[in-house]
């Protein structure tokens, strides 16, 4: 029921505000980065959720960006080396917290009252590092690990499937497949480099049309600072559902690895008024969905919500 609102909203060409940063504002309020913070700071999970539907947000996103069982085995060579001198669970790890992220959100939509009327979107982030296209695997590869998790989130009762932060062509085709064969409706956005293509070099522009035409309902941008987000819209936007939302800050040192413990620093450079100006800029210019990527807060999101109504 949830979604079929969203659906409506895209067909009318509404305003569609997203959440921000997650993983980041993990981190803002002090707690280390270790399994997403999901087993050691859950209350803390939780209530950033909540933090997010009380700015006014349309969709809630699940705390479950990288959080897959290759993030875990890349600390190995392989899955068997892993089996060997990994932890007992190690393999099924990642599923778990999976579950758990997604209990978390469901629960701050029951306790603020929004759970007939916010869609819940299930997060999957790319095979290997956000801003390493070098390092995605074949397609088949892609297409293995994708699948697993998106069967995951759609056991986890997720209303749509958001891939977010795909890099490069062939892993976004790959992402896409496995999504076909389940019965959910699939966002994707792309990260975008200095030029406004993706990080790769290839177009967005044909990224954006190979997604739309593989059953993704919206193409977003994502994962790049405001200049990037800037000069990668006119790629996106034609008439159809898009979106964006850009990074703030940067991590020092730069980390995705689930127990690595980065810091995410000079978020103060844009302020949330600062913020709400560039996304109604975007808006000006057409893009329908709206959000912050990591190092915006709830208090950006709660200044979107302002400029949008």
Partial sequence: MSYRIIKEKLAAKESILLDGGIGTEVLRRGIRWRQHGIEDAPDVIRNIHVDYLEAGVDVLTTHTFNLTKRNFINFFRDAEHMSLIGPVGLPTKAMELCHTAVSLA?????????????????????????????????????LTHHSECVEILSDCGVDFIFFEGMNNIREAQAALQAAAGFDLPVWMSFVPGMDGNLLNGESLS?????????????????????????????????GSPCGAKAIIGRYSPPSWKPDFYPRFEDTDEVSPEKYAQEVNNWMDQGVQIVGGSSGTTPEHIRAVRGIMG
């Fill in 106 to 142: 469901k629960e701050a939509l029951a306790q603020t009252g929004k759970a007939e009327t916010i869609p819940l979107a299930g997060s999957i982030g790319p095979v290997m590092h956000l801003f390493r296209p070098d390092l995605s695997p074949s397609k088949d590869d892609c």
């Fill in 206 to 238: 044909d990224a954006a049309d190979l997604a739309r035409g593989n059953g993704a309902e919206a193409v977003l941008v994502s994962a790049g600072n405001i200049p990037m987000i800037k000069k990668s819209l006119p790629n996106i936007i034609n």
